[in-house]
């Protein structure tokens, strides 16, 4: 899968930093979703995409990661909806679907979550077969999400070495579970359930790992399992209590990734008030390689495209991502400008044109970076250094090799085109003739002023070569060129819509009368 984070903490987008939030809709269908249990399919025009799914079946669960600051959940109210619990992140919610009305409508904003810390999260729906006053059933209907500056991720995430929360993108709640706050719980808040067969799977990539609970004269006993195999009974009992508690722990298991259950049986001791089972952490060790590091053939591509062009070709100073297996155990982003040449648990870094290269960010299967601007055209070895093994791949260096984002990462369909106002040109936000909209680019070539290898363009600054614009097959008046100010390596073209064209019509940018973005991306006209 394609994996975009900028910098900073601000961003999980290349155009987040520039642009006011933008939110695209994912159908309840994509394959990046998870449906646990018993879930029906629906055909109706009225729904978004024209179909949906609902389930009454109690612990059905729709899972899903996700980057992004926000997310809604669309899906139907009527006379027959119910409650659910919907957990974002460890934190855990009951939703009310139905309506007073009792009439069937579509396309509802049932749950709401705005203002997340940029990065991955995780979010579960469950059924809980439970209905208030207004109806008399308990479905629970999926119609789609929307996120806010990001996209869904391909799950589980496995955690790697070191602690973690409770609330960890890694783990899911399944069952009723309770957050408590407090000061004496590790960052503030730990999670507790005390219903029988309520448990958490947490899925981690390492050799040991440790469960870090509260204890108490109120709590009881929990199953461990590992894999699915029961490995343990463990009595949470604790008097005088103690909070932070190392409360069950193992080690020596495979290289590779496992899942940890922690199970709620509703049993305790004779001397216990309660069965109460806590949740304030994880300590994960040993995290395993899954193999030696790998790349891809032909695998160092242009960010925004993901093609490799002829012979690969690149340009000094784009945006470029390499693709291959364990480049890194998890998951590192940059955190500052400029950027670093080093991250991740591996000490992931690239060198290219004799030069040390500044990493966006590096995951197991791509590295995300930005070509030295020192790079002259011509042949260049590319070299990936990998937890001290080192491997290299030959590309190709033109003065420019245009690519233009686009909104799913996947250098395909709708691009990162906006109005002036910053909203984000789509089918419900079409852009104008006479219009001057907004591209965002890589890869354009070399800049007047010109700004170092991993630094922030901080200044106006135009592109050395000619640009042209073509929408719709009609030429496009391009009133500005050059590197969006703020960022690494991304490029704005200010271009003006040609009359005579509307509906979905394809972009190209051409730099210097020869080099041309790749097909496939386009822009909602009026």
């Given at each position: 899968?394609?994996?975009?984070?900028l910098p900073l903490a601000f961003a999980v987008t290349i155009f987040q930093s520039s642009l006011c939030a933008?939110?695209?809709?994912?159908?309840?269908?994509?394959?990046?979703?998870?449906?646990?249990?018993?879930?029906?399919?629906?055909?109706?025009?009225?729904?978004?995409?024209?179909?949906?799914?609902?389930?009454?079946?109690?612990?059905?669960?729709?899972?899903?990661?996700?980057?992004?600051?926000?997310?809604?959940?669309?899906?139907?109210?009527?006379?027959?909806?119910?409650?659910?619990?919907?957990?974002?992140?460890?934190?855990?919610?009951?939703?009310?679907?139905?309506?007073?009305?009792?009439?069937?409508?579509?396309?509802?904003?049932?749950?709401?979550?705005?203002?997340?810390?940029?990065?991955?999260?995780?979010?579960?729906?469950?059924?809980?077969?439970?209905?208030?006053?207004?109806?008399?059933?308990?479905?629970?209907?999926?119609?789609?999400?929307?996120?806010?500056?990001?996209?869904?991720?391909?799950?589980?995430?496995?955690?790697?070495?070191?602690?973690?929360?409770?609330?960890?993108?890694?783990?899911?709640?399944?069952?009723?579970?309770?957050?408590?706050?407090?000061?004496?719980?590790?960052?503030?808040?730990?999670?507790?359930?005390?219903?029988?067969?309520?448990?958490?799977?947490?899925?981690?990539?390492?050799?040991?790992?440790?469960?870090?609970?509260?204890?108490?004269?109120?709590?009881?006993?929990?199953?461990?399992?590992?894999?699915?195999?029961?490995?343990?009974?463990?009595?949470t009992y604790l008097t005088p209590a103690k909070a932070q508690s190392t409360t069950w722990s193992t080690s020596?298991?495979?290289?590779?990734?496992?899942?940890?259950?922690?199970?709620?049986?509703?049993?305790?001791?004779?001397?216990?008030?309660?069965?109460?089972?806590?949740?304030?952490?994880?300590?994960?060790?040993?995290?395993?390689?899954?193999?030696?590091?790998?790349?891809?053939?032909?695998?160092?591509?242009?960010?925004?495209?993901?093609?490799?062009?002829?012979?690969?070709?690149?340009?000094?100073?784009?945006?470029?991502?390499?693709?291959?297996?364990?480049?890194?155990?998890?998951?590192?982003?940059?955190?500052?400008?400029?950027?670093?040449?080093?991250?991740?648990?591996?000490?992931?870094?690239?060198?290219?044109?004799?030069?040390?290269?500044?990493?966006?960010?590096?995951?197991?299967?791509?590295?995300?970076?930005?070509?030295?601007?020192?790079?002259?055209?011509?042949?260049?070895?590319?070299t990936v250094t990998v937890n001290g093994t080192t491997m290299s791949q030959n590309l190709t260096v033109a003065?420019?090799?245009?690519?233009?984002?686009?909104?799913?990462?996947?250098?395909?369909?709708?691009?990162?085109?906006?109005?002036?106002?910053?909203?984000?040109?789509?089918?419900?936000?079409?852009?104008?003739?006479?219009?001057?909209?907004?591209?965002?680019?890589?890869?354009?070539?070399?800049?007047?002023?010109?700004?170092?290898?991993?630094?922030?363009?901080?200044?106006?600054?135009?592109?050395?070569?000619?640009?042209?614009?073509?929408?719709?097959?009609?030429?496009?008046?391009?009133?500005?060129?050059?590197?969006?100010?703020?960022?690494?390596?991304?490029?704005?073209?200010?271009?003006?819509?040609?009359?005579?064209?509307?509906?979905?019509?394809?972009?190209?940018?051409?730099?210097?009368?020869?080099?041309?973005?790749?097909?496939?991306?386009?822009?909602?006209?009026?």
């Open positions: 899968m394609f994996r975009w984070a933008q939110t695209t809709r994912f159908e309840q269908d994509d394959p990046r979703i998870t449906y646990v249990g018993a879930w029906y399919p629906n055909t109706n025009a009225l729904e978004s995409g024209g179909s949906a799914t609902l389930a009454v079946v109690k612990g059905s669960q729709v899972v899903l990661n996700f980057t992004g600051t926000g997310i809604t959940w669309i899906g139907e109210s009527d006379g027959f909806t119910g409650i659910c619990y919907v957990t974002l992140d460890g934190v855990q919610t009951q939703v009310d679907t139905s309506n007073s009305t009792g009439a069937t409508l579509y396309n509802q904003k049932l749950f709401s979550a705005t203002g997340l810390t940029p990065g991955n999260h995780h979010m579960t729906i469950e059924i809980i077969h439970g209905h208030d006053g207004s109806t008399d059933q308990s479905w629970i209907w999926v119609d789609a999400f929307d996120i806010d500056n990001g996209s869904l991720v391909q799950g589980p995430i496995p955690a790697t070495s070191g602690a973690m929360d409770q609330t960890t993108v890694s783990a899911n709640y399944s069952g009723h579970w309770f957050n408590n706050a407090g000061a004496a719980y590790s960052n503030g808040s730990v999670n507790s359930a005390v219903d029988t067969n309520a448990h958490v799977d947490f899925t981690f990539n390492g050799t040991s790992v440790s469960w870090i609970g509260y204890r108490d004269e109120y709590s009881g006993i929990a199953q461990v399992s590992i894999d699915g195999n029961v490995v343990a009974t463990v009595d020596g298991l495979s290289a590779g990734s496992h899942t940890l259950t922690i199970t709620v049986t509703g049993n305790k001791n004779a001397a216990s008030g309660g069965n109460w089972i806590w949740v304030d952490g994880f300590q994960v060790g040993g995290t395993a390689n899954a193999g030696p590091p790998q790349l891809t053939a032909n695998g160092i591509v242009s960010a925004a495209s993901f093609a490799p062009a002829p012979n690969n070709q690149v340009a000094p100073g784009q945006i470029v991502s390499i693709f291959g297996q364990n480049l890194s155990p998890g998951d590192a982003t940059a955190t500052q400008i400029p950027l670093p040449t080093q991250l991740g648990d591996s000490n992931t870094s690239v060198t290219a044109c004799g030069k040390a290269v500044p990493l966006y960010g590096v995951y197991p299967g791509q590295i995300n970076l930005q070509l030295p601007v020192e790079c002259a055209a011509g042949n260049v070895t590319a003065p420019a090799a245009p690519g233009i984002f686009t909104i799913d990462a996947s250098g395909k369909g709708d691009g990162v085109i906006v109005h002036a106002n910053n909203s984000l040109i789509s089918a419900a936000n079409p852009a104008a003739a006479g219009e001057t909209i907004v591209i965002y680019a890589t890869g354009l070539g070399a800049t007047t002023p010109v700004f170092a290898t991993g630094a922030a363009a901080n200044q106006m600054n135009t592109t050395v070569m000619p640009v042209s614009v073509t929408i719709g097959g009609k030429a496009a008046a391009v009133v500005y060129s050059g590197l969006t100010q703020s960022l690494v390596g991304l490029y704005q073209i200010n271009t003006i819509v040609p009359p005579g064209v509307t509906g979905s019509q394809p972009v190209v940018v051409t730099v210097d009368g020869q080099y041309t973005s790749p097909g496939g991306v386009t822009v909602s006209l009026q």
